[in-house]
Structure formats: structure tokens, C-alpha cells
């Protein structure tokens, strides 16, 4: 992941739950992947957003993406 001065780069856990999120994953398939409870995917969304000044999850997901934080979604890779 990489480094930005006007975007802090996230945790670890924040990265995982973001590329979940940017494959489609519901904040119940997160945490039921990475086991922890769903209210604890919408905090670190949050704190992901925070940092990022993302207005929403989709602005979130985007800001990512053209950091290269995550991958685009491969349209053939079977996401959710």
C-alpha cells in the first residue's frame, strides 16, 4: 500500500476490510470472513473514510482503487 501526504494510508485491518468491500462484499460477508462482528466492518469503514475524506463507501472503494490500495474488480473473478 502506498503512501500519500494528503491520505494516510490505512491499517491493515482497514485495507483488508476495504478490498472486501470493493468486491462486492456486504458489511456481514466482511466480518464473517475476516471474523469479527459486523458493527466492527462499519468502524473501520469509518476510520477508513476519515482518513481518506471519502464522502461514502463507493467514494471510499474509488479513492482505493486510483491509489492502487486495492485492485479493480475483475469482472471475471466471480465477485459477489
Known sequence: MSSDRNHPPLTPREHDVVRLASRGYSAKQIALE???????????????KAKTGA????HLIAIAIGKGWVAPPDPGDGAV
Open 34 to 48: 475476516l471474523a469479527i462482528a459486523p458493527r466492527t466492518v462499519d468502524s473501520y469503514l469509518e476510520h477508513a
Open 55 to 58: 464522502r461514502n463507501r463507493n
